[in-house]
């Protein structure tokens, strides 16, 4: 797809690998919509940062807040009458052993993760089946096919996310495609800053959207497997 003058939204574009791909994807031409759920500041930059390139829009988002989400799709209904690319990249981790986990922190992952998810995918589809093409690229992990400790309730909604997303691409019309995107660890807040450059991964999730990577609708785009070819 050519992403010049596209509308895109990335959900949780404040902070890490969204911020950064805000950027690119505004570098390409593409119209922004930044969202940032609690880190205003950080979004006015990266919405500044965007709006040099092409015309850029800054919305609160909560993803884990239904009506959050119709807020904006009203918004982006009136400000642009359709929604070209969707990227669900809001995410949260709380990496500690199970029976440490408290309700509340159990109820965050699944909610922002995974509920919030689907239920952007469920509102901003009247936008996507409006356009003559579409991509919902749904930003789930590695540990989306891998099992390891602490992680038992995040490796447990980007599982889900995954077999959504593959689901979800059978009930698609052709026209919109969706793809499963899974970084390995990389460099954010939500790492302690441990793992790739969150520019490298934005890289791959720019090429996602514009479809440059040969992948079918429902599949994989294993961030690790695609960098270490460029390496
Ligand atoms: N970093 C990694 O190693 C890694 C690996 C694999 C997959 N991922 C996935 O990649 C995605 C981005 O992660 P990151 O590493 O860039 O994390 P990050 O730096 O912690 O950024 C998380 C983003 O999500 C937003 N967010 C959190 N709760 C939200 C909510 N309720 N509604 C809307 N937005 C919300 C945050 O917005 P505010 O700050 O404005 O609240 C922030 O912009 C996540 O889905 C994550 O699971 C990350």
Redesign the pocket.
């Known amino acids: 797809m050519n992403i010049k003058d596209k509308v895109v939204l990335i959900?949780?574009?404040?902070?890490?690998?969204?911020?950064k791909a805000a950027i690119l994807y505004a570098e390409q031409g593409a119209q922004v919509i930044v969202?940032?759920?609690?880190?205003?500041e950080?979004?006015e930059q990266v919405f500044s940062a965007c709006n040099v390139h092409a015309k850029a829009y800054l919305a609160r988002?909560?993803?884990?807040d239904s009506s959050s989400i119709q807020e904006l799709v009203e918004k982006v209904k009136s400000e642009y009458g359709g929604l070209d690319i969707l990227i669900n990249?809001?995410?949260?981790?709380t990496e500690k052993l199970f029976a440490e986990q408290t309700p509340e922190e159990i109820r965050s992952q699944v909610e922002?993760?995974l509920l919030?998810l689907m239920n952007t995918i469920c509102a901003f589809l009247p936008l996507l089946e409006g356009q003559d093409e579409a991509v919902i690229i749904n930003?789930?992990?590695?540990?989306a096919k891998k099992i390891v400790e602490r992680k038992a309730v995040?490796a447990a909604t980007?599982h889900a996310v995954r077999a959504f997303t593959q689901s979800l691409a059978l009930e698609l019309p052709p026209y919109i495609r969706i793809y499963c995107f899974?970084?390995?660890?990389?460099a954010?807040?939500?790492?302690n800053y441990q793992?790739a450059d969150?520019l490298q991964v934005a890289q791959v999730l720019l090429e996602a959207g514009k479809e440059t990577l040969g992948k079918k609708s429902g599949e994989d785009i294993d961030v690790d497997e695609l960098l270490a070819r460029v390496r």
């Not at 990249?89 to 981790?93: H, R, Y």
């Open positions: 959900t949780g574009s404040s902070r890490g690998i969204g911020r969202t940032y759920c609690k880190s205003k950080e979004a988002l909560d993803v884990g990249n809001a995410g949260v981790l922002v993760n919030g930003v789930a992990s590695r540990l995040y980007k899974n970084p390995g660890l990389t954010t807040g939500m790492t793992g969150p």
